[in-house]
T-cell receptor, first 114, second 113 residues
Framework: EDQVTQSPEALRLQEGESSSLNCSYT??????LFWYRQDPGKGPEFLFT???AGEEKEKERLKATLTKKESFLHITAPKPEDSATYLC???????????????FGSGTRLLVRP | DGGITQSPKYLFRKEGQNVTLSCEQN?????MYWYRQDPGQGLRLIYY???????QKGDIAEGYSVSREKKESFPLTVTSAQKNPTAFYLC????????????FGSGTRLTVV
């Protein structure tokens, strides 16, 4: 069964304290891995797409990396405005109708204290 | 600006009542999706549509119905058969066949009263 697991569930950091969020997956027919940011009461906002092992993407204080079985979202010197839930999703083939669908993890709630 | 509009932002449903959530997009995307989000859980797929007048059930379709009469619109009806409808509902769209990920609306929070 296709599955995406994110850890930790929640993470509290002091401003400036760097850390990493993990997304591990077991899927067949992987096409891409996506990171989203979600603020309370809002829809997810796209951050990155990673396609192959070894690939890295950066945006401001965020850097996403991908291996064959997991992805990391590294947050360098975070600020309070980085507080949000970060969602990982894997685009995998649905063998039933040959379409690609996103399978989401349950997210990591990040709180950055000033 | 292109995007996805969901309405209403908040919706209250009485027991035994059907309610419809609106989702409109002006991105010219072919595919549209409905997800349900509960606290501490990932997004779960309710229904999706890849082209007009065609849609498929997702993982938790029971108690829900959809239509896709226009490319821009994909309304979701939560029927009285859905016994636990209180949740945050998200609509998304994508360019089918390309690896761009999804664009999400701002969500509708449905509460049973």
């Amino acid at each position: 069964e296709d599955q995406v697991t994110q850890s930790p569930e929640a993470l509290r950091l002091q401003e400036g304290e760097s850390s990493s969020l993990n997304c591990s997956y077991t899927v067949s027919g992987l096409r891409g891995l996506f990171w989203y940011r979600q603020d309370p009461g809002k829809g997810p906002e796209f951050l990155f797409t990673l396609y192959s092992a070894g690939e890295e993407k950066e945006k401001e204080r965020l850097k996403a990396t991908l291996t064959k079985k997991e992805s990391f979202l590294h947050i360098t010197a975070p600020k309070p405005e980085d507080s949000a839930t970060y969602l990982c999703a894997v685009q995998a083939l649905d063998w039933g109708d040959s379409s690609y669908k996103l399978i989401f993890g349950s997210g990591t709630r990040l709180l950055v204290r000033p | 600006d292109g995007g996805i509009t969901q309405s209403p932002k908040y919706l209250f449903r009485k027991e035994g009542q059907n309610v419809t959530l609106s989702c409109e997009q002006n991105l010219n995307h072919d595919a549209m999706y409905w997800y349900r989000q509960d606290p501490g859980q990932g997004l779960r797929l309710i229904y999706y549509s890849q082209i007009v007048n065609d849609f498929q059930k997702g993982d938790i379709a029971e108690g829900y119905s959809v239509s896709r009469e226009k490319k821009e619109s994909f309304p979701l009806t939560v029927t009285s058969a859905q016994k636990n409808p209180t949740a945050f509902y998200l609509c998304a769209s994508s360019i089918q066949g390309l690896n761009y990920g999804y664009t999400f609306g701002s969500g509708t929070r449905l509460t049973v009263v």
